[in-house]
Structures are given as C-alpha cells and as structure tokens.
C-alpha cells in the first residue's frame, strides 16, 4: 500500500484541524480581499509583461474566477482531491494561454500570499487571531506552491521526455548519416 502523500504533507506542514478550521474563519475574509489582491496582481503583469498570455480574449477573467474558486477551497481547510484538481485546472488553463510558469506559479503565489498578509496586519488587531491567521495563510501557501509545482514539473515531464528521444534520435540519425555515406561510396567504388 503507497503512503497518501497529501496526508503526509498536511501533517507535515502542520495544517492540522485548528490551522483548518482558521482557514474556515477566513473564508469570508478571503472571498472580500482576494478580487482586488489578484487585479494589483494582474496590474503588475501587464506592466512588466503586457505581452503575457493571460491577457488575450478574456483569459485574466477566466484566471481570477479560477482563483477565486481555488481559495474557496483553501478556505475551506479540504486539501483533498476537489483541491487537487483545482490545482490541475489552473496549472493547465496557464499552460494553454501561454502564461510564463514564473508568473503564475511563484510570483502570483508570494504576491498574493503577501498581499493577504499585509491585509490581515491592517484589519485584524487581536495579536492572538492575526498570528493564527498569518500562520495559516502562510502555510496554506507553502503547501499550495508545493502542490502547484509538482503539478508543473509532473506535466512537463512527457513534453520533455519526448524532446529528448526526438533529439536523440536526430542526433542517431546525424551519427550514422557518415557511416550510410561512406558505405554507399565504398558499395559504388566496387561497381
């Protein structure tokens, strides 16, 4: 029987029942902040790369709905395979729309992990709920980029297993075109 990964990096990370049932407390908080966390974000892409992918033919709206969704789910403490999907979905929906993985994956993460940080410092002002709320998006975001990077590099890996056997059979193929060429010069001499 294999070990239940997930369950191991839950446990690992620490998001045991009281760090899920903070992300359950944000929810609301998380579903008020994040539109205008993610459109800075988005702001920011188009000034440093207007030519990103995620702003042709409405991709930025499908981009934010998706996250939204996604944080509906981090907020709902439920890392399991409703979860893991979504990761999935938004991993593909970049990869599709030509999205550079560096914006999608760590600078959106730490932005918008910062972003909410930063609005939890400014709202909250029991020190006991704003540390348990720190924590939590903290670690919810270290176990989100985890997630979403072996998503990457899992998907990744036929489209670079591919690569290399189409360049190792060009290079076989580069190899053995002296050897053809002289055989077929020694097969003419005979003649």
Request: hydrophobic share 45%; proline share 5%; net charge negative.
């Amino acid at each position: 029987m294999s070990p239940d990964w997930n369950a191991i990096r839950l446990d690992l990370l620490g998001l045991d029942e009281p760090m899920r049932a903070s992300l359950r407390e944000m929810r609301p908080f998380f579903a008020r902040v994040l539109p205008d966390i993610l459109a800075r974000f988005y702001h920011k892409v188009r000034q440093y790369d207007p030519s990103c992918g995620i702003f042709k033919e409405g991709a930025i709206q499908e981009a934010v709905r998706m996250q939204l969704q996604h944080w509906n789910l981090i907020g709902g403490g439920d890392f399991g395979l409703a979860y893991l999907s979504s990761v999935a979905r938004f991993c593909e929906f970049n990869q599709r729309a030509g999205v550079a993985p560096q914006w999608y994956i760590g600078c959106r993460q730490m932005f918008v992990a910062g972003q909410l940080i930063g609005a939890v410092e400014e709202e909250v002002h029991t020190p006991q709920k704003k540390a348990a709320m720190v924590k939590a998006i903290a670690k919810a975001n270290m176990l989100d980029t985890e997630h979403v990077m072996a998503f990457y590099i899992g998907a990744d890996r036929p489209v670079r297993k591919d690569a290399i056997t189409e360049a190792s059979d060009h290079f076989g193929a580069i190899m053995n075109s002296p050897t053809i060429a002289s055989d077929e010069h020694e097969h003419t001499a005979r003649v």
